[in-house]
């Protein structure tokens, strides 16, 4: 695009009334004997195309070439603004032939004063051939010749003295044909206006996390930061992160995973300006399910090519960053690519990450609450997630006020260094949205006083028992209130229950551990059928 603005000012003694400015050419498209012209009164542009998809100098992709009033003259005070009030066309040795003419044309009538009348419609029309050349749908250009075309804009009134400050941008596309520029063309002109209209203060993408990714046999571990959550582009919101495998280190690029916050926002439209499409393509540009947001994936499998990753084979991994502005022209801007290239491979001789481990040898908190408070029940569990990245040191966790709240974090002690690894972290819903620091992963899972926390078991020998998954929360998705599986007077969460133990001896005179099947009726509602004991 090349942006022109034009100042006009009135140095004469008269005021100007039902003065009119106008954006001419004469634009010569590659071999200009076969050029068509038109307008589009939505976005304001007057435009040339070709008549063929065979032109003397482009051949099969001709370009299109528009011209936009970004501002028009502005009335009442400033208050407003003037978009396109005429266009009007000639062939080389025609037109105007004086000011009067001149001025008519400008007024979107004929040279003789005359109205425009449209040739599909039968209507006055300022706007000459203002159909839509891509669906082939009203008034177009047929006449091919050496075009000059003008759009205008007014009326407006300038007094002695007075000034105006016109700005016309010309927009360049080029599509794989005749017609898909034209469409190319009004896709980066709606961009153009976007911006403009923004005074070129465009919000940038989320900067790119800080990736680390570990090979493994037949395996590959990838890991982010938090960097790009500290976003602030109003009105644009960080939204989640995008995992990409790629054929080469340039693409093209698959979509692995998407983490995204759960905050409502899940698939995003955006228009795409496709070279090869006729027309503005509406596609998917955000691709969240409010899943939840993780820092870390594990992969064995080769989603561009299928199959499993093979040791000793290179592949090419990216992750970004998105934020996602609803109702902007752009609605998601993603963060640069930077890519990564692993090897899938065994670790090196004499190393045993089977060794590696995470003890907790304390864990203490204040006797009494603070005034104001109670205490909560909360949980740390700690889980090795990457080996190859631990260190000898030790952690702690704790806890800080936040306002009306409470954060957490985790302070890192190697020799005399310390660091704060985690800090300000408000999650304590036991999902994936915690981040793996030095191969680790630290969870806390905060629960109100009396409520149940975890159900588990320890055995001496005997066959040890295990839940059942049917979605619950405790003990592997077999345990929780009764009131989330068949009902229960006790509701859910309560917090007037108590630790139990229920102890098995299995000698007399031992108590009877009872087993029963679940299965269905005859309605189809689920019931509990003893077996034996």
Known sequence: ???????????????????????????????FVDDLVGCDTVLSVGYVYNAT??????????PCVGYDFLQGPSVSGGTVTLGLASFNKYPNGGGPAD??????YMKGLNGDGTPLINEVSGLPTPFNVSGDPVSNVGWLDSSPSDK?????????????????????????????SRLASIALMKCFDAAVQAAYDANFNLASPPNSPVVTITPRDGEVFIRWDTGSENYSQPPYVWAGYNVYQGASIAGPWTRVATYDREDGITTVLDVECDPDSPVPLQKVKAFGTDAGVRYSIELSDDKVRGGPLNSGSTYYYTVTAYAVGLGEFQQV?????????????????GVDQSTTGVTVVAHTQEATAPPGTSFSNDVVTVTVLDPA????????????????????????TQGTQVDTVINNWKNVALNENYPVVDGIQVKISSFPAGELIGVSYQTTGAQPIDGVDVGLRFFNGGA??????????????????????????????????????????GTGARVYQIQDY
């Not at 090349?2 to 050419?25: C, E």
């Not at 105006?164 to 596309?173: D, L, N």
């Not at 068949?486 to 299995?506: A, K, V, Y």
Request: charge should be negative.
């Open 333 to 349: 801007l993603e963060s640069p690519f930077a890519p990564i290239a692993v090897v899938p491979q065994t670790p090196p001789a």
């Open 389 to 412: 990245a631990m260190l000898d040191a030790s952690y702690q966790v704790g806890f800080k006020p936040d306002g009306a709240g409470t954060v957490w974090y985790v302070v890192r």
């Open 99 to 104: 000011s009067s003419e001149s001025y008519n």
């Open 53 to 62: 998809n065979n032109d003397e100098q482009y051949g099969a992709q001709t």
């Open 148 to 176: 000059r075309l003008m759009l205008s804009s007014g009326p407006f009134t300038m007094a002695a003295g007075d000034s105006q400050e016109v700005v016309v941008g010309i927009v360049v596309a080029q599509g794989t």
């Open 480 to 521: 929780d209130y009764a009131f989330d599986l068949f009902g229960s007077s006790i509701p859910s969460r309560s917090t007037t229950t108590h630790n139990c133990e229920l102890r098995f001896t299995g000698a007399s005179p031992g108590q009877y551990a009872y087993r029963y099947l679940r299965t269905l009726d």
């Open 1 to 31: 695009t090349v942006f022109m603005k034009y100042k006009i000012i009135n140095r004469g003694p008269n005021t100007l009334t039902d003065a009119y400015v106008s954006q001419w050419s004469d634009p010569d498209l590659g071999g």
